[in-house]
Nanobody
Framework: QVQLVESGGGSVQAGGSLTLSCTASESSLTINVMAWYRQAPGKQREAVATIIRGGTTSYADSVKGRFTISRDNVQNTMYLQMKSLKPEDTAIYYC????????????WGQGTQVTVSS
């Protein structure tokens, strides 16, 4: 059983910064893709940023230039550095792991709440 543990959320004012972390407990699982998703109240869960094992990254347009995704392949840990936060970034942030692009394992963590006040 794989456990995904997200941490680092909190409450900040607009313009502030936070760094989220996600660790996958199962080291024997092949994890080639890691991603951050978020879900705001009343909205569908959406992809925020993705990173492939080789380092290629992609971002949702709404966070480009403000968020940076990174990963430690040895520790199976992923980070999301968030700067210039906006109230619309308020959501529960989740991490997701996969074997390859669009080949996701069926695991989700409990999420970490990010609240940005204006």
């Amino acid at each position: 059983q794989v456990q995904l543990v997200e941490s680092g959320g909190g409450s900040v004012q607009a313009g502030g910064s936070l760094t989220l972390s996600c660790t996958a407990s199962e080291s024997s699982l092949t994890i080639n893709v890691m991603a951050w998703y978020r879900q705001a109240p009343g909205k569908q869960r959406e992809a925020v940023a993705t990173i492939i094992r080789g380092g290629t990254t992609s971002y949702a347009d709404s966070v480009k230039g403000r968020f940076t995704i990174s990963r430690d392949n040895v520790q199976n840990t992923m980070y999301l550095q968030m700067k210039s936060l906006k109230p619309e970034d308020t959501a529960i942030y989740y991490c997701r792991i996969g074997l390859g692009p669009n080949v996701w394992y069926n695991y989700w963590g409990q999420g970490t709440q990010v609240t940005v006040s204006s």
